[in-house]
């Protein structure tokens, strides 16, 4: 480390360089990538397990929604809390190589149990993934800035959606779905090992009565830390939000390649691209103004932290309509990426909020309680919904029915736009109560 050049000083309050601040963010994005990847891989090959498989767009909703978001949710809580107290940098670096190993052995599953099986796995694996780097990142970033920081991170999320519909689409074309799920892991085990290897353990200040607590009386402290959130006036409202944004995120979106290529005739490596651009590349976009935005207006006044994606998510239902009626394909795709961008405004401003009405020592357990309602609702019941949806409707109408499932599901998002409106009527309050978070 060099010495005389104030970028490159340590910072004493959490014991890194300012590049190394930045190459930390930049490493966990990647890996936040490679969370979607794995995700999104299952999504666009989705048409080709079910022929193979002989599945239902049911079986579809609980392979990309409840059977990977029941795990990952539960035993995220219990994970945040460890990493409350423990060495973050390893529990990311352990969850990357069990969840990647998990998405390479998926390509072996001979029927629907076994794949759901694999995706139990990759969902374990995975619930160690975001809590630990919210925590990081809230570490190394004041509050000013925090949004920001977090925004970047959390656009990974739609970097691992752009790449999971290019590597997906274009590689089970040419090899098949099998081996697109070990070509797609194995890159995240040697991931893990850049993580362990060349990231550095921020400093944090921890209670000195919670650093001499036993295990076991930490992960009573996490009931605290849930009591805390739920006692807040605004954290039910806006975690809700967050959870129907995901509910129609999820749902629409796990289903948007089987729509295409039923109603629009493509195959899955003639929509990889487009498809990565306007949903993936969209959702980054949207993501970074998020937070970019909130800290902006939050500066004149707080509420607009949950005002703004709340009021830009209702904006956004006629454009999400429109591109699920009309059937001039490249309109379509215009329109998913303008409402995905509209739509995703509403993330690192949420955990932002969430972990500022914390104390620092609690800020990965804020994070897994808000992805707990977030993911248990939003992927474990978002893609259930709207592939049983398809079904009914399918069978109600004697004819193919997704569509109209995709769009009773994005109007949906009115009920987003109203808790979101609640829980930043209620926030100022909150944050007048809870001035400990630095």
């Not at 029927?111 to 990081?136: C, D, Y």
């Not at 994606?309 to 009626?325: D, R």
């Amino acid at each position: 480390m060099a010495e005389n050049v104030s970028d490159n000083d340590v910072d004493d309050q959490i014991g890194i360089s300012k590049k190394l601040k930045y190459y930390t963010l930049f490493i966990l994005t990647i890996v936040y990538a490679f969370n979607f990847i794995d995700r999104q891989i299952l999504v666009i090959m989705s048409e080709a397990i079910k022929a193979d498989l002989n599945l239902s767009d049911t079986d579809l909703g609980l392979l990309t929604g409840l059977a990977f978001a029941l795990f990952y949710t539960i035993l995220g809580i219990p994970i945040a809390r460890f990493a409350d107290f423990a060495n973050r940098r390893n529990i990311i670096s352990v969850s990357l190589a069990v969840w990647s190993g998990m998405t390479a052995l998926s390509g072996y599953a001979q029927n629907f149990t076994q794949l759901a099986l694999a995706r139990v796995g990759v969902g374990v694996g995975e619930a160690g993934g975001s809590p630990p780097s919210h925590s990081i990142i809230s570490n190394m970033f004041k509050e000013k800035e925090r949004a920001t920081a977090l925004a970047i991170y959390s656009a990974g999320l739609y970097l691992g959606i752009l790449l999971g519909y290019i590597l997906g689409g274009k590689l089970v074309d040419l090899y098949g779905w099998r081996t697109t799920f070990f070509i797609v892991g194995v890159p995240g085990v040697l991931m893990a090992l850049i993580v362990r290897f060349t990231l550095k353990e921020p400093l944090r200040k921890i209670p000195e009565h919670a650093s001499k607590q036993k295990i076991s009386d930490h992960f009573i402290g996490m009931f605290k830390v849930m009591g805390i959130l739920f006692r807040l006036k605004s954290f039910p409202y806006f975690a809700l939000g967050c959870a129907m944004s995901a509910f129609i995120s999820y749902g629409v979106g796990n289903f948007a390649p089987n729509y295409i290529i039923r109603y629009h005739g493509l195959a899955p490596s003639d929509l990889a691209i487009p498809l990565a651009l306007t949903g993936g590349g969209g959702g980054m976009i949207g993501t970074f103004l998020g937070g970019y935005l909130t800290d902006k207006l939050g500066a004149r006044d707080i509420r607009w932290y949950l005002w703004l994606p709340g009021l830009i998510a209702v904006l956004a239902i006629p454009m999400a309509v429109w591109a699920y009626i009309t059937t001039n394909t490249n309109l379509m795709f215009i329109l998913i990426f303008i409402y995905t961008a509209m739509g995703t405004l509403y993330l690192a401003p949420s955990i932002a909020t969430a972990h500022r009405l914390v104390a620092p020592h609690m800020r990965a357990m804020a994070s897994a309680v808000l992805f707990f309602i977030l993911n248990l609702i939003g992927l474990g019941a978002g893609p259930l919904f709207i592939g049983f949806l398809s079904d009914y409707l399918t069978k109600l109408n004697g004819i193919e029915s997704l569509r109209e499932a995709m769009i009773i599901g994005v109007c949906l998002a009115v009920i987003k736009g109203v808790l979101f409106y609640i829980g930043g009527k209620r926030l100022p309050e909150d944050i007048a109560k809870n001035s400990a978070v630095k």
